[in-house]
């Protein structure tokens, strides 16, 4: 690695561009509603919840098959449906005494495939 890929480029004026400024201000969410995308991104951040909504990318699911399936304990897979279900990523339904989990809608997938394309760009 040579020397300049370890540096940051920075501006070096000291003008500042009050018209880039308010136009970018004018067009920012309300702090309230950047948090709650932040929150939403850090759900996508653990591995066992990935994996979770890609099963249920395939399929719709109980408790006992998507720790079968991830080799995991009802109990772990229950924790993370919990995170899940209060981020409104996932949703379920009862029939009988089995629980079964789907995707609450089809912004999920399509959030996971735009990152899932961007990591595989090469």
Same mark, same amino acid.
């Given at each position: ?7 940051? =480029?920075?501006?070096?004026?000291? #003008? ?7 136009? !970018? ?8 509603? &950047? ?5 939403? $991104?850090?759900? $996508?951040?653990?591995?066992?919840r990935t ?5 249920? $990318?395939?399929?719709?699911?109980? !408790?006992?098959? /998507?720790?079968? &399936? &991830?080799? /995991? ?24 005494? #089995? ?21 595989? =760009?090469?």
């Open positions: 690695m040579n020397k300049n890929e370890n540096c940051i =480029e920075s501006c070096n004026c000291s #003008v500042i561009h009050e018209d880039i400024i308010n136009s !970018v201000r004018k067009g920012m969410p309300k702090d309230e509603i &950047l948090y709650d995308l932040a929150e939403l $991104f850090k759900v $996508f951040g653990d591995t066992t994996k979770i909504l890609y099963a249920l $990318f395939q399929a719709e699911m109980c !408790v006992c098959d /998507m720790a079968a &399936l &991830l080799g /995991m304990s009802q109990s772990a897979i229950s924790h993370q449906l919990k995170v899940l279900k209060h981020t409104r990523l996932v949703k379920h339904r009862r029939e009988g005494k #089995v629980v079964y989990y789907s995707l609450d809608d089809d912004h999920i997938k399509k959030i996971f495939d735009y990152g899932y394309a961007h990591v595989n =760009e090469k």
